[in-house]
């Protein structure tokens, strides 16, 4: 498949008869075990792959380390991938464009942009947000690449007002991110069922990205709920620190490895996930 | 502590009441976690770090790609850090020795350095290594460092005749490389209590690494068999990649999240393990 056809093919599991269940890795093994599992695209995580390269999550790391470490993960990938942009890697729309161009030449065929700054947890205004996302999609339109643009809003969680006025603000962006040229819609902390429902229901059932956290119903009823997309957001990384703290706990404490052997995969493995699956 | 004092403490855990147990990490986070756990260092694992960046273990990453990997970790440690450095990056002893400086530079006290080509899985003849380990002494004594070697022979695995002969040679080489500068020997391979008896034995109790593999006996039966240093190895990533198959089994299958959620570290935890302890 060409770099446009893994794009449309993307942009349709998010239409398709069953949700898209999309995990989101930190680095080139991580993605590839994913794409082993038969999971049919692979995101990246910002949180789990800036901290795998020693910044914390947000805009800290620079853009072209962060697009080096998104064309390794490209580069051993036959599946689709779609990279966590975070909220763009600049302040104007043309800047955000031009990271996004840097993207797609990485090898991604979508993206996820949000609407808010790490370092301050502020919120960016809906008009610049919805400027940048049409900035994005006249950049991509201008490649002639079905670039799949996933629109995150932190309205619920950063948003101003009571917890129903954020929410009403997470729909509202939402709507108006759809119309700015989004494929996808991602409102952070969108986690118990009547929440999931209302939302869907409020974007007319145009497509909605769920993360896995606790309290969030399994599979199953989020397909009857009609989300679209479920990802893991990092909950891949906090996972895999977990298991090296009860490693770690085991070996201090007992004296023994089962938890570092247990189920662990072997050199050859490994080795085997730095390359592109043959 | 300076560096040197790093180095210097980390001398001495080899020669200390308790055998020195040392985790191996793949990159910032892992390496942090283990720092939290309590472990009084930590080393990187070639394979877990060569595949994290899309590389296959063994030379294939470039030198400076490799040493700004270590840099990384060693930023954000305080505990004392030693790089895998492989078979050193070069072919003259020379060589071997301008990429330990470049490691000491990216902050590492310590170096594993091993005698045989991913690769080819060729041994190097005796009389090389031995050059290359006196090399790499002497480029520490010219920096005044006291530079931790472990030298790591895969003579067990990749020597000539009987499983007999090819542990004979594994002395012999432990001993020829002690002899050459270095600080702690590391026979890959050596496994049941009895060839590790005889080995530590056979070296005069010189410092012993081995690795955490199926069958090795427990931490305190090392002890007892007089085991200076037992590390993870490449096991930590071995670990955390059997965790994310059955992470992606159980939601594949299942549709439920037990595998990714239960046991998992915060956002907050892993945004802290991009930077120093404070």
Known sequence: MSQSEKAEAFRALHH?????????????????????????????????????????????????????AVRKIARVLTVPMSADLVAGFGTTPEEVATSVK??????????????????????????VQVEKIRAIRRKAESMKFPLVINARTDALRYGEGSEEARF?????RANKYRDAGADCVYPMGLVDAGSISRFVK???????????????????????????????????SYAAMGLLKRISREIMEKGTYESILGGAITFDELNSLAIPKS
């Open 16 to 68: 398709g008869k069953h949700l898209l269940i999309l995990p989101n890795a930190w680095d080139v093994p991580s993605a590839r075990i994913f794409e082993n599992a038969g999971f049919p695209a692979v995101a990246t995580s910002s949180a789990g792959m800036m901290v795998s390269l020693g910044y914390r999550d947000g805009e800290e790391i620079g853009l072209q380390e962060f697009l080096s």
């Open 102 to 127: 840097g993207v797609i030449e990485a090898g991604a065929i979508g993206i996820n942009i949000e609407d808010f700054t790490h370092a301050t947890g502020k919120l960016h205004k809906v008009e």
């Open 168 to 172: 009403s603000e997470g729909i509202a």
């Open 202 to 236: 409020q974007v007319d059932h145009f497509p909605v990205n769920v993360m896995i956290r606790k309290g969030l119903p399994p599979i199953e009823q989020l397909q009857k709920l009609g989300v679209a997309r479920v990802s893991f957001g990092p909950g891949a």
